[in-house]
Every structure is written in C-alpha cells, then in structure tokens.
C-alpha cells in the first residue's frame, strides 16, 4: 500500500519556522520525484518545492526561493521541508506528492501520482 504521511505542521509567529517531513512507502522511493504543495482557503493549489529522489536536484517557487529548503533522506524513504522567515501568506494546508515527472521545475499536479493527507502550517502576524 503506498503511504505518504505529513507531519511538523502547527501554528508559529511571523518570521518563525517549522520543518515539514513526508514519509512515504509501498513503492520504490529513488525511481520519484517528490513535490510540496499548499493550498491556502479559496486558492489553486500551488507547487513550492521538489526534490528528485535519483540525483538530489531541487526546485522551488519564487515566492519560497531563499527561506524554504528541501532536503531528501532516501535511507529513511523520507523528505523534509525546512521553512524559515516565515510570513502569512505561507498560511496553507501542505501536502506532499510523488510522481515520476519529467521535469521537476514544472509541478504539474497531474503529474503526482501518490499524495498525503495534508498538514496544517499557520502563520500569525
């Protein structure tokens, strides 16, 4: 069964951070890309970060470029988000997703084939 589980979420002060890990099973975790999405209430969901678990490239979105870091511990099956400087506006549910896509800078949802529940980050001004 492929599982993959959110967790680090919470509530933090403007300008805090929070570290976000995804930890996923049931399938071969090197042969994926894994992606961090967020959806804030009555907005898309949007791509902020992805880490190709084969060869350790990242990419980020611009708004998170600079204070959001990806990391990838494949010995663990598991993927961090490391977030700093944290503002309001990155208030969302954050979720994790893998797909074998062809270019992570991309983030087409469509392309995620496996998704997690969601974890919770809100940031007070």
């Known amino acids: 069964e492929v599982q993959l589980v959110e967790s680090g979420g919470g509530l933090v002060q403007a300008g805090g951070s929070l570290r976000l890990s995804c930890a996923a099973s049931g399938f071969t975790f090197d042969d994926y890309a894994i992606g961090w999405f967020r959806q804030a209430p009555g907005k898309e969901r949007e791509g902020v970060s992805c880490i190709s678990s084969s060869d350790g490239s990242t990419y980020y979105a611009d708004s998170v470029k600079g204070r959001f870091t990806i990391s990838s511990d494949n010995a663990k099956n598991t993927v961090y988000l490391q977030m700093n400087s944290l503002k309001p506006e990155d208030t969302a549910v954050y979720y994790c997703?893998?797909?074998?896509?062809?270019?992570?800078?991309?983030?087409?949802?469509?392309?995620?084939?496996?998704w997690g529940q969601g974890t919770q980050v809100t940031v007070s001004s």
């Open positions: 997703a893998a797909g074998q896509v062809l270019k992570i800078a991309t983030m087409r949802l469509y392309e995620y084939d496996y």
